[in-house]
């Protein structure tokens, strides 16, 4: 019985092997997007779980609002730490983590600059989940100078030898490391991800008990069965302990005269497993940038639409193709044939279907891992042992396509009435046509709108990389670390002027693209006016003129004027957050909000306003301050010949006998790394709008075919009574287009609203041009076109003595 069901069900997809390959394609298709977005999701949603106690980590967050810019950083003050561990029960544990910049190591003769650096403190491998391979987790980072290092570090430096024990050497920081741990490799998931940690103890200010600094991403250990919520509601307690009364001896005012003004500052709580998808924090403050739930959202709407979309096409040409298989029905219905007999024989065909598919999808998945690995900058794998789930989550999900896509035409061709169906009485009928017109609609409405969406979001990306930033970007190299040549520093960048190909060198390590130094800089005009907070740009003589920036008022810094070293300049926002115009400003003096050490800097010129933070956020104030700074170079280059500039460059820089080579990054590759994610998202887009329209246009190709076949004697007719190819070609496509006509109509609103939606997290962006709506509103026609064209060309220009031969 169950063989001569497998029987049927094989020859029946062979018969009809034309519509087999479609839907065989195009669930594919869809299974393959949806398996690989399913991967990704859960990659995104397995972050820092990891660590064995995952669900009662949180991290301590500032937040802040100051002349109505709101602040929210990943990093808090020193004392944050101890001081919950001491005042609540709640805590059973606080441990914190302080980034620094990069750092060359020295062992021997072997030398490297290492990016993956952090100052920990001694319990925090007892709070986070970090195998060891050599040493004690528990004491370890318990002495100054003591390092714990990768499995990579210490290959890389030491070989096969012990590492327990031995010395890395840091000349930027004149200090001597003794490793007393090695770690494995922290895991992809993690928010953060360090090759060195060194000993928290060995900072001098680590102890610190101010209020008014930050830097310190600071854990908290909850004890078991604690809500976080139960302790994030008492912080405002340390705000008011702590916090306020600092604030009123540093600034000079009370906490409560600070909020009469609409400022605010205080702490809140995030689990460690939202850090990665659900942080909505100042993106520089953050270690590494942080995944977005929003794409997650997308992707699986995507995954979800692309399934749906292929399971429509397997709905839509079963149904269209029943008047092909109503006599069957009928003769096995006069046999003796149960309609549940049908309906699992449908069913079962359906399935199958889908077993092929899935194992075609399957090899599609193989082969686009690796592409989507390299966009989205994954790892991810189809793997048994990190995915045993795989095996029987495919077979249930294969069975419920199955079942989902076979489900209607099964029941559908199983009620056929044999009497009518024999006597070629049979009709797919107005609620069949009604059916198949929605899906068709329905499929071409998510088309569209991943059309439209994926233009919107290239059209910001353009807008984005062609916004005059108020800066030049483009030849301008930037030198970290210049600060190891020491007392060459300065003669290393006589030798770069001297090159024809340099046009200016700014020593600064504040860059307005990429990582760069922030400082906080609270300033007032007047004692009775309100402070403001402005990014505190240190910078030299040659800062403007290397970065091409436009002084509007007043004067650059210069050497011949001695003040200089008290003196500002402003940029555009800042002025008008002071109360000052481009006409008053100069000349006017800047008080640094410090009760007991003031500072006040007279107001020399006014920068034009650049763009110096993402275009997510608005341009906010700005001071320059005149420094000495050593470490980081800013090189303008006017040349084609980028790589000989480079290699020249490399050949002075090795004439100083520097301790590690030559590093260097381009601010305009910077600056694109910035949107990095955007760009991916773009691309992704583009590809799951390309895939979805094609296997929409499967089962319009598909439905064609059907359509012209059913007609084949109708265009016969009018062809012997006149009727041209063009008039043919346009009656049998007419049909068709109105759908996609429909479609543009419901889809074209909803993909505004959802575009719209995601421009609003942009500061600075595009408005949604009416040539966007033209653009996706032709596109999908001319789709549809192509789709239909073929079968309704083939039919227009056959021989009607073929088509009227059995007349």
């Known amino acids: 019985m169950i063989r001569n069901y497998f029987k049927l069900a094989f020859r029946n997809l062979w018969r009809n092997k034309v519509f087999t390959a479609i839907n065989i394609s195009g669930l594919a298709m869809g299974i393959a997007i949806c398996l690989v977005i399913i991967l990704f999701i859960k990659n995104e949603w397995s972050y820092d779980r990891y660590n064995e106690k995952a669900g009662r980590i949180v991290r301590v967050v500032f937040k802040g609002t100051v002349q109505g810019q709101a602040m929210k950083e990943a990093n808090v003050m020193p004392p944050t730490a101890q001081t919950l561990l001491k005042d609540y029960p709640e805590v059973e544990a606080a441990t914190r983590l302080r980034t620094t910049g990069n750092a060359t190591f020295s062992h021997g003769e072997k030398s490297f600059k290492e990016e993956g650096l952090a100052f920990a403190d001694a319990n925090f491998f007892s709070v986070f989940t970090l195998p060891f391979v050599k040493g004690d987790p528990s004491t370890a980072l318990l002495e100054p100078n003591t390092i714990v290092i990768s499995e990579a570090i210490a290959q890389k430096y030491f070989g096969q030898e012990d590492p327990m024990g031995k010395l890395l050497e840091v000349k930027s920081q004149n200090a001597i490391l003794k490793v007393t741990g090695v770690m494995k490799a922290i895991p992809v998931n993690s928010h953060f991800h360090f090759d060195i940690f060194t000993s928290m103890v060995s900072l001098p200010d680590q102890s610190s008990d101010s209020w008014m600094t930050s830097g310190y991403f600071t854990y908290l250990l909850l004890k078991p069965g604690i809500a976080w919520q139960q302790l994030d509601a008492k912080l405002p307690q340390v705000v008011e302990k702590y916090m306020g009364p600092q604030l009123h001896q540093s600034m000079g005012f009370t906490l409560a005269e600070f909020r009469k003004k609409g400022n605010d500052i205080g702490l809140y709580l995030q689990p460690l497993t939202d850090i990665h998808l659900r942080s ?414 094609f296997v929409a246009c499967l089962g319009l190709f598909g439905l064609a075919t059907f359509t012209a076949e059913q007609r084949t004697k109708e265009i016969g007719v009018r062809k012997v009574l006149g009727a041209t190819v063009t008039s043919i070609v346009a009656l049998l496509s007419r049909d068709f287009l109105k759908l996609v006509l429909i479609a543009n109509v419901l889809a074209l609103p909803v993909a505004w609203w959802v575009m719209n939606r995601w421009l609003q997290d942009f500061a600075y962006r595009i408005n949604i041009s009416w040539w966007v709506f033209v653009v996706a509103t032709f596109s999908a026609v001319l789709i549809a076109l192509v789709a239909v064209g073929f079968h309704s060309i083939k039919a227009a220009l056959t021989n009607p003595v073929k088509s009227l031969r059995g007349e």
């Open 280 to 693: 909505n924090l100042m993106p520089m403050t953050e270690m590494e940038p942080p995944g977005d739930i929003r794409y997650v959202y997308i992707f699986g709407a995507v995954a979800l639409f692309m399934l749906l979309i292929a399971c429509i096409n397997f709905m839509n040409l079963s149904t269209a193709g029943a008047s092909k298989r109503a006599r069957e029905v009928g003769i096995r219905k006069v046999l003796g044939s149960a309609k549940t007999d049908l309906i699992r024989q449908f069913l079962l065909e359906s399935i199958l279907l889908t077993g092929f598919a899935m194992l075609l999808g399957l090899v599609l998945v193989y082969l686009a891992l690796p592409v989507f690995n390299h966009l989205t900058g994954k790892d991810l794998s189809l793997g048994l042992t990190t995915n045993p789930w795989l095996i029987p989550g495919l077979m249930l999900f294969g069975l419920f396509v199955g079942v989902l896509a076979g489900s209607y035409p099964a029941f559908m061709l199983s009620s056929f009435n044999p009497v009518k169906v024999l006597k070629g009485r049979f009709t797919g009928g107005r609620a069949t046509m009604g059916l198949r017109s929605g899906l068709v609609v329905f499929q071409f409405s998510i088309s569209i709108i991943l059309i439209m969406g994926t233009l919107v979001v290239y059209k910001q990306l353009m807008y984005i990389q062609n916004k005059k930033l108020g800066y030049e970007k483009d030849q301008v190299i930037v030198l970290p670390e210049t600060s190891q040549l020491g007392p060459n520093e300065n003669a290393f960048r006589e030798r770069l002027l001297q090159d024809p190909r340099v046009v200016n060198i700014s020593t600064s390590g504040y860059l307005p693209a990429g990582p760069t130094y922030n400082n906080n800089f609270f300033v007032y005009a007047k004692e009775e006016a309100a402070q403001i907070k402005t990014l505190r740009y240190d910078v030299d003589y040659n800062y403007i003129p290397t970065m091409s920036m436009q002084v509007i008022a007043g004067r650059n810094f210069s050497k011949t004027f001695g003040t200089d070293s008290s003196a500002v300049i402003l940029n555009e926002t800042a002025v008008k957050a002071l109360g000052w115009d481009n006409s008053n400003a100069l000349g006017q003096t800047i008080t640094k909000s410090n009760k007991e050490d003031k500072v006040t800097y007279h107001v020399i010129g006014i920068v034009k306003d650049f763009h110096f933070k993402s275009l997510h956020e608005q341009i906010s104030p700005l001071v320059m301050v005149l420094a000495n700074y050593s470490g980081t170079m800013i090189v303008k280059a006017k040349t084609k010949d980028i790589s000989g500039l480079l290699a020249d460059m490399y050949k002075e820089w090795a004439s100083f006998k520097a301790a590690a080579p030559l590093n260097y990054s381009f601010l305009d590759e910077r600056f694109k790394a910035t949107y990095e994610a955007e760009q991916k998202i773009a691309l992704i887009l583009g590809i799951s709008a390309g895939l979805t329209i």
